[in-house]
């Protein structure tokens, strides 16, 4: 892992790397932990023990994007960015995952051109992320102050994550981009139905992002056709729902084979003045 671009947390300054410690000039230390990973994340930042998703929740999310359901969505999101971003010879290009989970979409990004982040405040996300994707830098810190100088990236991604408008704004280049992945209308309907009697549409309208601007809106949507149960209870497990779903419903998804439902995202690219 070479992490060239990574800040102090506490102070702001550069971190230098030696072996597996990375410092400061103020002395502010931080290890590599020994799955591939740095924990930016100081004790006072935190607002729990464990901030983010927890470990059920991070293997579920595994589990099923293994499977491949959401394959159409990231190759799409890997195109837009080839398409957007040309290589030079130059300079490297900088992608960041901003609340990357397991790192199933930051992989995707590497290229051999190009360095790649991912961040996310969940310790167990990080932790199966730097294991498995040995080739990207990842670390556990809050997209609140992310742990980055000003104009690093090129392009961001955010995908079912917080979207802090301010921080991501700071650390992208001139002319960079922003990438946002959200729910659209019909996203999971079928799921829903199952636990709401009155499921309501997603609301596509409110637009998270007010000072860059906006240079491309598309969606994407598909009919999932879910293998087995477990694949959707790991499904529901994701969504911001599944603390709704009854013992019984659950039962009931776990016994229903070929569960269709749609996948409906909502892709927005937003441009920082060059
Ligand atoms: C719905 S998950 C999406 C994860 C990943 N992008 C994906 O689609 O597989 C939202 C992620 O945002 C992270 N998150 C929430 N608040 C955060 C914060 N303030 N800073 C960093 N990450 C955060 C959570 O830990 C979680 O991994
Ligand atoms: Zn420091």
Not at 18 to 37: G, I, P, V
Not at 64 to 78: A, K, T
Not at 81 to 98: C, S
Not at 151 to 158: C, D, G, N, P, R
Request: charged share 20%; proline share 5%; hydrophobic share 35%.
């Amino acid at each position: 892992m070479t992490a060239l671009h990574y800040t102090c947390p506490l102070c702001n300054l550069p971190l230098v790397a030696q072996d597996k410690l990375y410092r400061c000039e103020n002395n502010h230390s931080f290890d590599r932990a020994k799955e591939n990973y740095l924990n930016l994340l100081p004790v006072q930042f935190k607002h729990s023990k464990n901030p983010g998703d927890n470990k059920a929740m991070v293997n579920a999310r595994r589990a099923f994007l293994e499977q491949g359901y959401y394959q159409p969505l990231v190759d799409r999101l890997v195109a837009l960015y080839h398409e957007k971003v040309t290589p030079d010879a130059n300079k490297t290009d900088i992608v960041l995952d901003a609340g990357c989970g397991e790192g199933f979409y930051t992989h995707q990004h590497k290229s051999a051109e190009n360095t790649v982040y991912g961040v996310d405040i969940a310790k167990e996300a990080i932790k199966k992320a730097g294991k498995k994707y040995q080739q990207c830098n990842f670390s556990v810190a809050t997209l609140s102050k992310l742990p980055f100088s000003d104009k690093l990236f090129s392009w961001i991604v955010s995908v079912y994550a917080p979207i802090l408008e301010q921080e991501f704004t700071r650390v992208l280049s001139n002319g960079g981009f922003l990438l946002t992945v959200t729910p659209a209308k019909q996203h999971l309907m079928q799921l829903k139905q199952h636990i709401y009697n009155d499921a309501k549409e997603h609301d596509e309208e409110k637009l998270p992002i007010e000072h860059l601007a906006l240079v491309h809106q598309e969606n994407i949507s598909y009919p999932m056709q879910l293998k087995t149960g477990q694949d959707t209870l790991n499904l529901l497990s994701m969504t911001p729902f599944a603390f709704k779903a009854s013992d019984e419903v659950k039962n009931t998804l776990l016994n229903k084979p070929d569960f269709t439902c749609q996948a409906d995202f909502l892709i927005r690219l937003y441009q920082k003045a060059p």
